[in-house]
């Protein structure tokens, strides 16, 4: 068994370590970014996936790293942690639905509220006391989740016909070309002041500094990393400000 994740705040990761470390103590936790990931999945037999789910959507990244190692999905056993800031009617539905295309065994599901990522949208953000509590109540639902699991009777969350439709027309219907492909969105101000933080955390690369300023090539998989990270809160994606920035660590 492997927890494999990708993480724009610590979110997600926050989940499938918790979660599998409590299911079996040894088991290595890995993001899809790490050079190693497609040998691990290789290796693995069991293998339980956390992401943060986009407009009940998969964000491009993960979508295009399970497409692009196609093969070696077959027969792998997947259990789904699609965490989220508001709602997903089916956001582990998605991926369930893209790995049994490739040949994968859907184990089962679930759906995790956290803290929302989405630091440049004020009625988004929530005080301290209030992300607390939704991590205490993400804690006691991994907590619930991993006596199933330890019961072979695993949670089926965002997997019904049903919840595909909530999915749908609750966002993916409106808002699919946000996720269709990797966004050109991404601003940064004059507030920059050449740290390269941004560039160093962005997955997909999408960020250089020249001259001593940060520039994007607008290839973002929108995990709002960059923005949260920086400094002087320079970089915004859907709004025009930064409210709030929400790392998992700043949080806890």
Known sequence: MIGL???????????????????DSNAKIISIEDCNAIYEIIQA????????????????????????NSMIWKN??????????LFSGDGSGMLARLLKYHGAIILGGIHIKMP???????VLKHSNEVNHLTIQKALTKISETVLRIKNNKYPQVGLSFGSR??????QRLYFKSKTKTYSNKLKINDNCIGCGLC??????????MLNHKAISKQQC????????????????????KVVQQNKIENIL
């Not at 407009?55 to 692009?68: C, E, M, T």
């Not at 929302?116 to 004020?122: A, L, M, N, P, Q």
């Not at 160093?200 to 960020?207: E, Y």
């Open 221 to 240: 998989t929108m995990c709002y990393r960059c923005i949260n990270e920086c400094p002087k809160q320079a970089i915004t994606l859907l709004g025009k």
């Open 199 to 208: 560039a160093k955390n962005c997955p997909m690369h999408n960020i250089e």
């Open 5 to 23: 994740y990708f993480s724009g705040t610590g979110n997600s990761k926050f989940c499938v370590e918790r979660l599998v470390n409590n299911v």
């Open 116 to 122: 929302d990522s989405i630091c440049d949208e004020k």
């Open 165 to 170: 439709c909530l999915g749908l027309f609750g």
């Open 45 to 68: 037999d069991c293998i339980y996936i956390s992401y943060p789910v986009q407009y009940s959507n998969i964000p491009k990244i993960l979508f295009d790293f399970i497409n692009d």
């Open 76 to 85: 792998k056993k997947v259990f789904i942690i699609a965490t989220m800031g």
